[in-house]
């Protein structure tokens, strides 16, 4: 099994930015966690944070016809915006599990609207950093 954990914009700056919003932990104490969260040799993990929507939407595309592939993907605030990356989704239909560290429905009203929800597996909302080992304990299972 192979699983891409994508980010968008701005989480490369977790643990500084808006700490009471987004949490303490780092990007990379959240893949730490996530690997080390994963308990056998056949699943392959990758990362990648990009504030470029065009970089988020090549790495989609790489995965087009790859075997036994999954996306962990928060695309941060392109998840308001990006048809481009819901595009690349479609097109690729690579499965994939949305992942926010806030609750984006108990925010602003412009942050409730996400472009991804209706063709993901699944959306996590509201459970911090714990979202993305939610996220990863679904598919570890989904495939067993």
Request: charged fraction near 20%; glycine fraction near 6%; aromatic fraction near 10%.
């Amino acid at each position: 099994m192979k699983i891409t954990v994508l980010n968008g914009p701005n989480l490369n700056l977790l643990g500084k930015r808006e700490p009471e919003i987004y949490g303490s932990m780092t990007l990379t104490d959240i893949q730490v966690r996530m690997l080390s969260f994963i308990k056998d040799d056949s699943v392959e993990m990758t990362f990648m944070q990009s504030n470029k929507e065009y970089e988020l939407v090549d790495e989609i595309q790489s995965l087009m016809g790859k075997e036994n592939q999954f996306i962990i993907i928060n695309p941060a605030a392109f998840t308001h915006t990006s048809v481009a990356i819901r595009d690349a989704l479609q097109a690729t239909k690579v499965p994939f599990i949305e992942v926010h560290l806030s609750n984006i429905y108990a925010r602003e009203d412009f942050r409730k609207k996400s472009f991804f929800s209706d063709i993901a597996m699944g959306t996590i909302s509201g459970l911090g950093a714990n979202g993305y080992l939610l996220a990863l304990s679904h598919l570890l299972n989904y495939t067993k």
